[in-house]
Nanobody, 128 residues
Framework: QVQLVESGGGLVQAGGSLRLSCAAS????????MGWFRQAPGEEREFVAA????????YYADSVKGRFTISRDNAKNTVYLQMNSLKPEDTAVYYC?????????????????????WGQGTQVTVSS
């Protein structure tokens, strides 16, 4: 079992920044692909960013490219999402997710399917 706990959400004005953190349990964090997803009211949960198990490869949704940065610290079992130049349309519940088979299967997913563990989510609200 893997537990994921997000933190760092909140209310921010447009143009501002927030840094989300996701702390993971387990001794094999360095073999997981980690992803961030978000879900706005009435919308489907959508991909935001992902990072490979070693941190060398990252993917971003077009809507956040150039504004958001995903990173990880395997010594701390933590993944981060730095969000800059926030827009009202970034308002959503943000979820981190782990694909615990990523290293074994050599994959870096940008859809929900490969991710087998999810956090409870943290609310991000961007006011105009």
């Amino acid at each position: 079992q893997v537990q994921l706990v997000e933190s760092g959400g909140g209310l921010v004005q447009a143009g501002g920044s927030l840094r989300l953190s996701c702390a993971a349990s387990g001794r094999t964090f360095s073999t997981y692909t980690m992803g961030w997803f978000r879900q706005a009211p009435g919308e489907e949960r959508e991909f935001v960013a992902a990072i490979s198990w070693g941190g060398a490869t990252t993917y971003y949704a077009d809507s956040v490219k150039g504004r958001f940065t995903i990173s990880r610290d395997n010594a701390k079992n933590t993944v981060y999402l730095q969000m800059n130049s926030l827009k009202p349309e970034d308002t959503a519940v943000y979820y981190c997710a782990a694909d615990t088979l990523a290293a074994a299967k050599l994959r870096l997913g940008t859809t929900r399917e490969p991710y087998d563990y999810w956090g409870q989510g943290t609310q991000v609200t961007v006011s105009s």
